[in-house]
């Protein structure tokens, strides 16, 4: 598959998605970019090793940013915190080289991603600790969410790469 289509494929993928899917895609990135760190690390490819870090960071910080702290209560809270401290370790896989951090991190976000992947089967609606929508879109319901086409576009490019 060439890389337009798979650029074409991934965007597809990301209009048809629920909300809750397309939360548990991001975590199935950010674990990926964290795979591919530890690759990186054990190949000595630095610059690899800091370009999926810098993945791993930016999804992670896309899904901080857009937390509902308003309606998300202690759930949202808790995210955010979690998110807050993945933030401040990503760096030392960076300045230690270290790979046993991105493991840890994997640790951190792979029950978090099985919950949102069972959400997203479950068709069950948004619970109150999910990104709120960017660009004044709203949807509440899992099924047709209405994202705004900047936040397709946020979620496309982090999704790809």
Avoid at 89 to 111: R, S
Wanted: with cysteine; glycine share 6%.
């Amino acid at each position: 598959m060439t890389r337009n289509a798979a650029s074409i494929y991934q965007n597809q993928q990301v209009m048809m998605a629920s909300p809750a899917k397309l939360v548990a895609m991001l975590f199935d990135r950010a674990i990926r970019a964290l795979n591919d760190v530890i690759r990186c690390i054990e190949n000595g490819d630095i610059e690899g090793r800091h370009k999926n870090n810098k993945k791993t960071f930016d999804i992670i910080n896309h899904l901080d940013i857009t937390l509902d702290m308003e309606r998300g209560g202690e759930v949202a809270n808790n995210l955010a915190n979690l998110y807050g401290f993945i933030l401040r370790k990503l760096p030392d896989i960076d300045f230690k080289n270290d790979k046993e951090v991105a493991q840890q991190i994997i640790g951190l976000l792979t029950p978090i991603r099985d919950s949102w992947n069972q959400l997203a089967a479950q068709n069950t609606p948004m619970p109150g600790g999910a990104p709120r929508q960017m660009n004044g879109a709203t949807s509440n319901r899992v099924s047709n969410p209405k994202l705004s086409n900047g936040a397709q576009d946020s979620i496309a490019i982090l999704l790809t790469g």
